[in-house]
Every structure is written in structure tokens, then in C-alpha cells.
């Protein structure tokens, strides 16, 4: 099975476990051993093979699965704390839409650095909890400290900042300490890329919140921004019927071809939802590698996303959750099982689709897709020798998991984040038997314990 002899040493070693690598073959290794030393896999192969190899960490792999670290394709740190706070809300008076403008950036705004450094440390280790090892961030108040909670907690991921300089078009007024003029939103986006550069495991991106909350001249600078300094951007394209209204209107296009018509697309844009297109703007996503990220607990709210499409068409498309705000879960295995009910009912019954849409093909879009997508391909979304060391060790010991005659299966199908026990992110174990290893979770409960309220009290006050 090895492509190498087995190493002598290595800083850790994994034995005992059904290795599924969603390498082009999907290979499975069945009593397999994975080699780590310097952050990366240096080594694949059967438990016998390795019986040589002597490790600093040794951890016993039986009766569990080792796949990758799934990624998180669209997140919002800033949201992490209004878990269950709208549904709270919606109980006494309906809420008004659209929920992001109304809601989810006046919470953000609530938020002093510490609160969003604390929401990091949350979000983070939830993630990590659940089997997610990359996030990406579409755009929050005081990025700095997200980075600092993403350092702490060992998770890989790509900060950014909430990007907004016009607060007209629909909706609630953006408070003010999230609007920005053109220049200095400019200057802080390009600001944080440049000081995240050198760091290895959380990198930022730019971002813009949304066409309809940015002037078109910002929409133009921070995109040629980002060809410049050859790095992502986040925004949300695609999403609300609103915004294509405000497009049509204003510009005559649909938000692509407006883009296009603008000479801004590529592979530097990042759009979540992605979820109102056009066939020609799936046209557009195709030749000039725009990425997307469908959001299985939303996006089926919006329309008729077109994921398996995308996928099928080789578009750069990964899965995410939206942040709590959204779906309530950060288990991108719960994405993608709901993301393949809503592509079976929608490209199956449309024309009696035979070609099966299965779990095994969403496994590889929350992994591979989500690698793609944001661009990391060649360093993590599968087990292969060279790769980052970003890798699960999931729970099968349960009724709930057997008969294990497909670890494949059983990863794609069966297991949810909580049968997730031992994470390792670039080489290091951050979970160990699901206890945090890189962080101290009581003391986390208890700065929320304090935090929380005031939060709460504040943007209660906001949106009464
Ligand atoms: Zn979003």
C-alpha cells in the first residue's frame, strides 16, 4: 500500500484505524497507520508496515475511522453568540428581512474586541468538536482577534473584515461603528492581509459584505485589490431576490454580469450562497474560476441551488454553515446530508435523474470541495503523503455505526460530529478523546458566563 518504506521515527503515529484518504481512487486503507512529523503526513500504510516506526505520540486507532479535516466554506465568528437568540425573538414578533441587515450586523456591532476574541474561542472549538479543521470568514467586526482565538484554539482558517459603505437600499440603517468610508475600508482590508501574510496557518482575506452595502467604486478597488495581492476575497453573491433587483436596476445585469462587465471576475472571488444564478452566470463561475460555497441549511430557503451542477462541472464549490446565526450547528456533516436531500429532490425529480447523487460524492465537497474552493488544495482536503497533517479520528464502535463492511460509507453516511474524538490540525493534536487539548473550555464557559448578558442587554436594546 506505502508509496515510501516505512520512516524510522515520527513525531506522531497512528495505528489500528480503517484510513478513508478521498485520494482520486478513495482509497481505504483497512487497519491502517498514518505517519506525522513537521506538520504533514510523511507517511501512509497498514499497521503492520508501521510496527517499526517509533513515535513520540502513538495513538491507538482501533475501532475508530481517520478521514480529513472537513472545512467550513462561509462563516461568521461574529455570530457565534446569537445562537438561538433570533428564534428567542421570533417567538414574540415576527422578524423583519432581511434578517443579516436587520439582525446579524447590528449584533456584530454589539461586539468590543474581547467579545470577539471570546467568540472565536467558541466558534473555534466548537468546530473543532465537530470535525471542521479550516474555516473561512466572511466578514466580521475586529478580524485581529478572531485570528488571535484561531491561533489559540490550533484551527486552521482565513480571517476578514466586515466591509460596508453605504448603508441606504433596504433594510435597517448599518449602525454606525460597521460603516466605513471607501478609503478606509480599503486601506484596513489590504492592512490585515499584509499583517497575516507570514503566518502559516491563519491567513486574511478581503472581503465585502454584500453588492447592495457596497459603492460600486469599493466593489471595483477592493476586487482589483485582490488580484494584486493574488489572495481571496469573501462576499455573499447571489443571495437575497433583493439584491438581484438592486443590480437590474441599477446597473441593467444580474450581480455576475455586472461583475463581468466590470472585468472583475476570477478566481480571487469567494461567494457564498451562490444561490440565484442564471445559467449564464454559472457560465460565468465556470470559465473565469469563481469559487462558491453552498450553505445546505439556507441556501434551499433562497431557490433551487444548483450544487451538484457546479460540482459535476468542476466549479470550485465547497460546503459551510453560515455561522449559528443560520442553521444553529457547525457540523459540516449535518450539511452535507441535508445538502444531498435537497439535491436529490431537486435534480431528481426534475427530470427523473438516474445518475445517483451520493453521500460519498457530498463527503468529497465538504473535504476536497472546501479545499478547492478556498484554494488550499495542494496542502490539505485529503490524506496523502505531503499533505498538511488536518485529520479526524471518528468514532465506529457504537451500534449506531455498524455493520462497518464500508468505512466509506460509514464516514459519508453514518457518522455526525460528535462521533468525532481526536483531531489533529497541521500536525498537532488540538482534541484528544474529545477533551480540547490546545484549550481550556471552563475557563472559556466562565468568561461567557460573564460576557453574555451584557451582550445580550445591548442588542436587545439595539433592535427592540
Ligand atoms: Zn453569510
Given at each position: 500500500?506505502?508509496?515510501n518504506?516505512a520512516?524510522?521515527?515520527?513525531d506522531?503515529?497512528?495505528k489500528?484505524c480503517?484510513?478513508?484518504?478521498?485520494?482520486?481512487d478513495?482509497t481505504?486503507?483497512?487497519?491502517?497507520?498514518?505517519?506525522?512529523?513537521?506538520g504533514?503526513?510523511?507517511?501512509?500504510?497498514t499497521?503492520?508496515?508501521?510496527?517499526?516506526i517509533?513515535?513520540?505520540?502513538?495513538?491507538?486507532?482501533r475501532?475508530?475511522?481517520?478521514?480529513?479535516?472537513l472545512?467550513?466554506?462561509?462563516?461568521h465568528?461574529?455570530?457565534?453568540?446569537?445562537?438561538g437568540?433570533?428564534q428567542?425573538?421570533?417567538?414574540?414578533r415576527?422578524?423583519?428581512q432581511?434578517?443579516?441587515?436587520?439582525?446579524?450586523?447590528?449584533?456584530?456591532?454589539c461586539?468590543?474586541?474581547?467579545d470577539?476574541?471570546?467568540s472565536g474561542?467558541?466558534?473555534y472549538?466548537?468546530m473543532?468538536?465537530?470535525?471542521?479543521t479550516?474555516?473561512?470568514?466572511?466578514?466580521?467586526?475586529?478580524?485581529?482577534?478572531m485570528g488571535?482565538?484561531?491561533?489559540?484554539?490550533?484551527?486552521?482558517?482565513?480571517i476578514?473584515l466586515?466591509?460596508?459603505?453605504?448603508s441606504?437600499?433596504?433594510?435597517?440603517?448599518?449602525?454606525?461603528?460597521?460603516l466605513?468610508?471607501?478609503d478606509?475600508?480599503?486601506?484596513?482590508n489590504?492592512?490585515l492581509?499584509?499583517?497575516?501574510?507570514?503566518?502559516?496557518?491563519?491567513?486574511a482575506?478581503?472581503?465585502?459584505r454584500?453588492?447592495?452595502v457596497?459603492?460600486?467604486?469599493?466593489?471595483r478597488?477592493v476586487?482589483?485589490?485582490?488580484?494584486?495581492?493574488?489572495?481571496?476575497?469573501?462576499t455573499?453573491?447571489?443571495?437575497?431576490?433583493y439584491?438581484?433587483?438592486?443590480?437590474?436596476?441599477?446597473?441593467?445585469?444580474?450581480?455576475?454580469e455586472?461583475?463581468?462587465?466590470?472585468?472583475?471576475?476570477?478566481?480571487?472571488?469567494?461567494?457564498?450562497h451562490?444561490?440565484?444564478?442564471?445559467?449564464?452566470?454559472v457560465?460565468?463561475?465556470q470559465?473565469?474560476?469563481?469559487s462558491a460555497?453552498?450553505?445546505?441549511?439556507?441556501?434551499?430557503?433562497?431557490g433551487?441551488?444548483?450544487?451538484?451542477?457546479?460540482?459535476?462541472r468542476?466549479?470550485?464549490i465547497?460546503l459551510?454553515?453560515?455561522?449559528?446565526?443560520?442553521?444553529?450547528?457547525?457540523d459540516?456533516?449535518?450539511?452535507?446530508?441535508?445538502a444531498?436531500?435537497?439535491?436529490?429532490?431537486?435534480?431528481?425529480?426534475?427530470y427523473?435523474?438516474?445518475e445517483?447523487?451520493?453521500?460519498e460524492?457530498?463527503?468529497?465537497?465538504?473535504?476536497?470541495?472546501?479545499?478547492?474552493?478556498?484554494?488550499?488544495?495542494?496542502?490539505?482536503?485529503t490524506?496523502?503523503?505531503?499533505?498538511?497533517?488536518?485529520?479526524?479520528?471518528?468514532?465506529?464502535?457504537?451500534?449506531?455505526?455498524?455493520?462497518l463492511y464500508?468505512p466509506?460509507?460509514?464516514?459519508?453516511?453514518?457518522?455526525?460530529?460528535?462521533?468525532?474524538?481526536?483531531?489533529v490540525?497541521?500536525?498537532?493534536?488540538v482534541?484528544?478523546?474529545?477533551?480540547?487539548?490546545?484549550?481550556?473550555t471552563a475557563?472559556?464557559?466562565?468568561?461567557l458566563?460573564?460576557?453574555?448578558?451584557?451582550?445580550s442587554?445591548?442588542?436587545?436594546?439595539?433592535?427592540?
Amino acid at each position: 500500500m506505502s508509496e515510501n518504506t516505512a520512516p524510522a521515527t515520527a513525531d506522531i503515529i497512528v495505528k489500528g484505524c480503517e484510513v478513508v484518504t478521498l485520494d482520486k481512487d478513495n482509497t481505504v486503507i483497512n487497519d491502517g497507520a498514518i505517519a506525522v512529523s513537521d506538520g504533514r503526513i510523511v507517511w501512509l500504510g497498514t499497521s503492520d508496515e508501521a510496527a517499526g516506526i517509533s513515535a513520540g505520540s502513538v495513538i491507538d486507532g482501533r475501532g475508530r475511522i481517520a478521514m480529513p479535516g472537513l472545512v467550513d466554506a462561509h462563516f461568521h465568528t461574529g455570530q457565534q453568540l446569537l445562537r438561538g437568540k433570533l428564534q428567542q425573538i421570533a417567538r414574540k414578533r415576527p422578524l423583519k428581512q432581511p434578517v443579516w441587515k436587520n439582525y446579524l450586523i447590528p449584533f456584530e456591532s454589539c461586539l468590543e474586541p474581547e467579545d470577539v476574541y471570546l467568540s472565536g474561542l467558541v466558534a473555534y472549538t466548537n468546530m473543532i468538536q465537530v470535525g471542521t479543521t479550516c474555516f473561512a470568514e466572511a466578514g466580521g467586526p475586529h478580524p485581529d482577534e478572531m485570528g488571535r482565538a484561531a491561533m489559540d484554539t490550533g484551527i486552521r482558517g482565513f480571517i476578514s473584515l466586515s466591509t460596508v459603505d453605504q448603508s441606504e437600499t433596504i433594510g435597517a440603517d448599518v449602525p454606525q461603528n460597521m460603516l466605513m468610508t471607501h478609503d478606509e475600508a480599503l486601506e484596513r482590508n489590504v492592512a490585515l492581509v499584509k499583517r497575516w501574510m507570514d503566518n502559516d496557518r491563519v491567513k486574511a482575506w478581503l472581503s465585502l459584505r454584500q453588492v447592495i452595502v457596497c459603492s460600486p467604486e469599493l466593489v471595483r478597488d477592493v476586487i482589483v485589490a485582490a488580484n494584486d495581492l493574488d489572495v481571496k476575497l469573501h462576499t455573499h453573491l447571489c443571495e437575497g431576490t433583493y439584491e438581484i433587483d438592486y443590480t437590474n436596476e441599477k446597473f441593467g445585469m444580474r450581480p455576475t454580469e455586472w461583475l463581468y462587465s466590470l472585468g472583475l471576475l476570477s478566481h480571487h472571488l469567494h461567494c457564498a450562497h451562490s444561490v440565484l444564478l442564471s445559467p449564464r452566470e454559472v457560465d460565468l463561475y465556470q470559465e473565469h474560476r469563481v469559487s462558491a460555497c453552498h450553505c445546505g441549511f439556507n441556501n434551499y430557503s433562497i431557490g433551487h441551488p444548483r450544487l451538484i451542477e457546479m460540482w459535476r462541472r468542476g466549479i470550485d464549490i465547497g460546503l459551510g454553515t453560515d455561522g449559528p446565526g443560520a442553521g444553529g450547528t457547525l457540523d459540516i456533516f449535518q450539511v452535507a446530508h441535508v445538502a444531498r436531500v435537497g439535491q436529490q429532490a431537486i435534480n431528481s425529480s426534475a427530470y427523473h435523474q438516474r445518475e445517483p447523487i451520493s453521500s460519498e460524492e457530498l463527503l468529497r465537497i465538504a473535504t476536497i470541495g472546501g479545499a478547492r474552493a478556498l484554494g488550499v488544495l495542494d496542502s490539505i482536503g485529503t490524506l496523502e503523503i505531503g499533505k498538511k497533517a488536518d485529520f479526524l479520528l471518528c468514532d465506529t464502535s457504537r451500534m449506531d455505526h455498524a455493520p462497518l463492511y464500508d468505512p466509506l460509507f460509514v464516514a459519508a453516511s453514518i457518522i455526525v460530529g460528535r462521533d468525532v474524538e481526536t483531531v489533529v490540525i497541521d500536525g498537532k493534536i488540538v482534541m484528544k478523546d474529545r477533551e480540547m487539548v490546545s484549550i481550556d473550555t471552563a475557563a472559556i464557559k466562565a468568561k461567557l458566563n460573564e460576557r453574555l448578558p451584557v451582550i445580550s442587554e445591548r442588542f436587545e436594546a439595539l433592535v427592540a
